[in-house]
């Protein structure tokens, strides 16, 4: 069974088209996220939601919205692409005491603007 | 703003040998400490995690931690071409709900 799963793998688009990327886990962990990872392989935190609610949002452009109709979903969309969101895209789940959570990531969609 | 440095490499050892894979953090609050290991083209995974000073074993995987240098080691015992990956250092934001991860190090491990 796929822990945390993420739709596209792959997603090639114009500039200034608008994009989601879906995310699920089934491993019933109360805290979800969102991490860009650039080409230089450096992996960021954008988002992370507990229990549906938005905790941290690391300064993210407003064209990213993020959004979680449940604790199992946590959904990303993207307004204007521009040629910097090129990247890698993870989700991630995780559960535990702040401070100690471990991390489980999807399989990271790729994103490329043109 | 938290930190963790870590040398990108990449770190070249042969079949067999030790690896060792060195991080520093900038926060000396910081009570947990992670190693994640990314193969090429995919997500990241957890490896290890520690949360006391001195060492964890796990297999042919030790963590060290000294809390007074604000530094974390990975090190690969008998490395393994398999072993061959990005490893990545984290330690958790202030509050929690949040990880910081280094650049990574890449490491290969020649058969």
């Known amino acids: 069974d796929t822990a945390v799963s993420q739709t596209p793998k792959y997603l090639v688009t114009q500039m200034g088209n608008d994009k989601s990327i879906k995310c699920e886990q089934n491993?019933?962990?109360?805290?979800m996220y969102w991490y860009k990872q650039d080409s230089k392989k450096f992996l960021k935190i954008m988002f992370s939601y507990n229990n549906k609610e938005l905790i941290i949002n690391e300064t993210v452009p407003n064209r990213f919205s993020p959004k979680s109709p449940d604790k199992a979903h946590l959904n990303l969309h993207i307004n204007s692409l521009e040629l910097g969101d090129s990247a890698v895209y993870f989700c991630a789940s995780s559960q535990g005491e702040p401070g100690q959570e471990t991390q489980y990531f999807g399989p990271g969609t790729r994103l490329l603007v043109l | 703003q938290k930190e963790v440095e870590q040398n990108s490499g990449p770190l070249s050892v042969p079949e067999g040998a030790i690896a060792s894979l060195n991080c520093t953090y900038s926060d000396r609050v910081s009570q947990s400490f992670f190693w994640y290991r990314q193969y090429s083209g995919k997500s990241p995974e957890l490896i290890m995690s520690i949360y006391s000073n001195g060492d964890k074993e796990d297999g042919r995987f030790t963590a060290q931690l000294n809390k007074a240098s604000q530094y974390v080691s990975l090190l690969i015992r008998d490395s393994q071409p398999s072993d061959s990956a990005t490893y990545l250092c984290a330690v958790p934001g202030t509050g929690g709900f949040k990880t910081i991860f280094g650049a990574g190090t890449r490491l290969f491990v020649k058969a």
């Open positions: 491993l019933g962990h109360d805290t």
